[in-house]
């Protein structure tokens, strides 16, 4: 108990690599960030888009539980968070709403 009030009452600091990924964010505006534990979020680049099937060029390992796709924009905005589910092909990814 004593390890999560400490836990709880630690403040988080987050750095970004590069200028760009401090620049998308606003005051106040939820930051896209991502864990570091191994297996917990995987990343592909984009390579075709039809409906709701999108195509990484990365093979996803998928686990149990609900999973989430956020999508970069050519601008580099964050699009919000979709519920992905599998497919027959292991690099296509469906998700809940166009």
């Not at 004593?2 to 401090?22: A, L, N, P, V």
Request: contains cysteine; glycine residues 10%; negative net charge.
């Amino acid at each position: 108990m004593q390890q999560r009030r400490i836990q709880g009452y630690r403040h988080t600091c987050y750095s970004f690599k590069t200028e760009m990924d401090g620049l998308n964010s606003r005051y106040l505006s939820y930051g896209a960030l991502a864990d570091d534990i191994p297996g917990y979020s995987q990343t592909g680049r984009v390579l075709a888009v039809s409906g709701r099937l999108i195509t990484l060029d990365a093979e996803l390992e998928w686990g149990s539980g609900t999973h989430f796709l956020a999508l970069r924009k050519p601008e580099g905005t964050l699009s919000s968070p979709y519920t992905a589910t599998i497919t027959s092909n292991i690099s296509v990814v469906e998700i809940n709403s166009d």
